[in-house]
């Protein structure tokens, strides 16, 4: 019996040392994501995301930031023997200025094996983090520069190089591929692109070389290496080395983030899964929209920002174009516009310009003079600066957030008592334009309406869940539901939303009561708490409004809800599908799902209502839609007929009559 323990020992040896995973003395290890990786040696700005990236650095000017694997490896068999073979691969992405695609990044990242993982005495921008310091004359990097420092002999703005302990490359080359699909040409890539990139690093102990190769992810590793050096490591790598990450920022704040990293001694990197791979947290699968509609502004405000200083001093000494500037906006820089080229934009907010007003504000179109791109801006009046530096910081956040179907914040400008918040610009307008046939907008046939429903669905569930803050809308009606050219909905004005991080308790956190009435949950009315489930109701609202082609609240006060759930009781659901769709054919199967769903979300409890996540997959038909019972129908109507369901809390006379959007209370940091 002593000697089961040692048996059960020899058991598990022989289970875990299958081909492919076994880990000889932890020489080798796979991190298809990062999620759960919690023993890295991080320090600086590194951390690991909620999505699983390594994040090196993160949203600040001049920072760095390591990462390294927690143990030491050994590189040589003793003092002054010979450095062993070695392999890495890693797949990357460099996000600039902010989360825009296409922004050029400072200063750039490095994969380091390195006597130390203290590099606490190395600088940020240029030195990328690790150049520099005592531990240099032991380091050998594989550095991804995204400047050029001519004083470190950079070959170009966008270069992959190997550092041999020193500051200089040995060797660089501008970061490129050899398209094995295409005759091994050699196609240019940008690091700084957003895009993830594979990298590999392998190093032959005994013919003392080192390949760099590169490739987009989903592309094999090319057969020929981008870049290939005699190198002896033997005198650079001390007997034990550890290998890691270093990034490092200038005067633009870039995200450097790590996806996944495999790493052997005496053989190939094990191979990554692509399946785990993280999620970066922008949309980058949806690239026709965002490139057109993203690229061309962000180019334009890269232009504005860059004239930015000089146009300012010139109209300080003009008061028509003062604005209110501080020193800590610096950090915000990228997403600053000056007024006066919002001003010239929009003709000087002439009312031609016009497309919409509401309590928050007026909305203008405008083209950026510089660009000819268009934009929509948007002025709020606001009287206090109290707390503008949290609301300007939320502001800058949600314009980090990539959903093509959401409506793209692109910046801001600050002047006394007021805000100008700019969008992108959505040519078709607002939804319910086309719901109740205003402006002569042609009845939006069923498949289209299903379609936005499902955009508007899919934009929430990544406000709710799948971004790295969770985002509670508060705001969600027809009339901030707005189309592009090609009528893909996208959902707008973050006016009102508010960030918390995962996890945090909603239920404690009251925010002044705001919405709209008609799409205002219960309890939020009652108790001003917002949380991911009140936007369900108000998603619920505006799927019946879309289905019925009806406001929430008619004219004589009459609920939309309730006039749907009489008739579900009647048996007649479909009756209530928008009169002008009755005739001309609509999918009775899709109409009935979403009304069903439209008065599950109209639940008065939280937890009678479905998620965001739930919702998504019973519109995409990929979980079967509950049958509503009769049980949390006559809950649902006893609520209202007993009216503690509190119609009276929806009619609070700060909102006027119907209208109920404010301006922002910046005091509370919206
Ligand atoms: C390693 O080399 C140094 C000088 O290059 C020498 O002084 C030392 O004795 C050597 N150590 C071993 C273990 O060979
Ligand atoms: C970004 O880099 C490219 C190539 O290195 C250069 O042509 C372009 O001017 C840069 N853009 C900005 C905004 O600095
Ligand atoms: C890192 O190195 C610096 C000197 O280069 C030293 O002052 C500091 O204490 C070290 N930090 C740690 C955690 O060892
Ligand atoms: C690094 O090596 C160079 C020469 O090879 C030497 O001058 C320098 O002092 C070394 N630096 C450190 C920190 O050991
Ligand atoms: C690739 O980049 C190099 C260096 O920036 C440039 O000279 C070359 O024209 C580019 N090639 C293509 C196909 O864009
Ligand atoms: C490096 O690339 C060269 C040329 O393609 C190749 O012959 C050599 O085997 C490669 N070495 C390693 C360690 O991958
Ligand atoms: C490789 O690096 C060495 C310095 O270590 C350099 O002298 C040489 O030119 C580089 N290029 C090649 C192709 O080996």
Same mark, same amino acid.
């Given at each position: 019996m002593a000697n089961l323990p040692v048996l059960f020992h020899v058991l598990l040896c022989l289970t875990l040392c299958l081909p492919g995973f076994c880990d000889a003395g932890g020489e080798n290890f796979v991190f298809s994501?990062?999620?759960?990786?919690?023993?890295l040696n991080l320090d600086g700005a590194a951390g690991v995301t909620p999505e699983g990236l390594l994040e090196?650095?993160?949203?600040?000017?001049?920072i760095k930031g390591h990462a390294f694997y927690p143990t030491p490896l050994r590189?040589?068999?003793?003092?002054?023997g010979t450095a062993r073979s070695f392999s890495a691969t890693f797949v990357f992405a460099i996000v600039a200025a902010g989360g825009y695609p296409n922004a050029n990044g400072t200063d750039g990242m490095a994969f380091l094996v390195a006597p130390?993982?203290?590099?606490?005495?190395a600088e940020p921008g240029?030195?990328? &983090?690790?150049? &520099?310091?005592?531990?240099m004359n032991h380091t050998f990097a594989v550095e991804l520069d995204t400047y050029r420092n001519a004083e470190l002999r950079d070959?170009?703005?966008?270069h992959v190089g190997v550092d041999v302990a &020193?500051?200089?490359?040995?060797e660089s080359r501008t970061a490129s591929f050899h398209d094995d699909g295409d005759g091994g040409a050699l196609k240019n890539l940008s690091l700084d692109s957003g895009e993830p990139i594979q990298v590999w690093v392998d190093y032959d102990g005994k013919g003392r070389q080192v390949n760099v190769t590169l490739a987009p992810v989903?592309?094999?590793?090319?057969?020929?290496?981008?870049l290939s050096n005699i190198s002896d490591l033997s005198a650079v790598l001390t007997e034990q080395a550890y290998v890691g990450f270093s990034a490092a920022t200038g005067p633009i704040k870039t995200h450097h983030y790590v996806l996944a990293w495999s790493f052997a001694m005496d053989g190939p990197a094990p191979p990554i899964d692509f399946k785990k791979l993280p999620k970066l947290p922008?949309?980058?699968?949806?690239?026709?929209l965002s490139k057109a509609l993203i690229a061309l502004p962000i180019a334009a405000s890269a232009l504005i920002l860059a004239t930015c200083v000089a146009v300012t001093l010139l109209l300080r000494r003009r008061l028509a174009f003062a604005e209110l500037r501080e020193d800590w906006e610096v950090e915000f820089g990228p997403h600053r516009f000056s007024y006066k080229d919002l001003f010239n934009a929009t003709q000087g907010f002439k009312d031609k310009n016009l497309l919409g007003a509401g309590g928050f504000g007026k909305v203008y179109k405008g083209v950026?003079?510089?660009?000819k791109s268009e934009v929509a801006v948007k002025r709020v009046s606001h009287?206090?600066?109290?707390?503008i530096k949290e609301f300007i910081s939320e502001v800058v956040s949600i314009g980090h957030l990539r959903h093509r179907n959401l409506v793209q914040l692109l910046g801001y400008c600050r002047r006394k008592g007021e805000l100008l918040l700019v969008y992108e610009y959505m040519?078709?307008?607002?939804l319910d334009k086309y719901l109740y046939g205003e402006d002569k907008k042609p009845v939006l046939e069923w498949a289209e309406r299903f379609r936005i429903i499902k955009d508007v669905a899919s934009a929430l569930f990544y406000l709710h869940e799948k971004w790295e803050q969770v985002v509670v809308h508060r705001d969600i009606k027809a009339s901030n539901v707005l189309l592009d050219g090609e009528t893909t909905a996208h959902l707008g004005d973050f006016g009102l939303a508010r960030l918390y991080d995962h996890?945090?308790?909603?239920?404690?956190?009251?925010?002044r009561v705001v919405g709209t009435m008609g799409y205002m949950a219960p309890e939020l009315a009652r108790t001003g708490k917002a949380s991911p489930l009140t936007d369900v109701f108000a998603f619920g609202a505006f799927l019946l409004e879309v289905a019925?082609?009806?406001?929430?609240?008619?004219?004589?006060?009459?609920?939309l809800v309730d006039r749907v759930l009489e008739y579900w009781r009647g048996g007649?659901?479909?009756?209530?599908?928008d009169a002008r769709l009755r005739g001309g054919g609509y999918d009775a199967g899709e109409a009935r799902l979403v009304l069903t769903l439209g008065l599950m979300c109209s639940?008065?409890?939280?937890?009678?209502r479905p998620t965001m996540r739930q919702v998504v997959q019973y519109l995409d038909g990929d979980a079967p839609l509950p049958e509503l019972t009769p049980a949390s129908v006559s809950l649902l109507s006893m609520m209202q007929s007993e009216g503690s369901f509190d119609r009276s809390a929806l009619q609070?006379?700060?909102?006027?009559?119907?209208?109920?959007?404010?301006?922002?209370?910046i005091s509370v940091g919206i």
């Open positions: 994501t990062f999620a759960g990786a919690g023993d090196l650095t993160n949203d600040m000017v001049s590189f040589k068999e003793s003092p002054n130390t993982t203290n590099f606490s005495d240029q030195f990328m &983090g690790f150049l &520099g310091g005592a531990a070959i170009d703005g966008n &020193g500051l200089y490359s040995v989903g592309v094999a590793k090319p057969s020929t290496p981008l922008y949309d980058n699968d949806h690239e026709t950026l003079p510089s660009s009287d206090s600066s109290q707390g040519p078709n307008g607002s996890g945090t308790d909603l239920q404690t956190t009251t925010t019925c082609g009806r406001h929430p609240v008619s004219g004589g006060g009459e609920m007649a659901l479909l009756e209530t599908v639940h008065p409890f939280p937890s009678g609070c006379p700060w909102w006027g009559n119907s209208i109920g959007t404010m301006t922002p209370d």
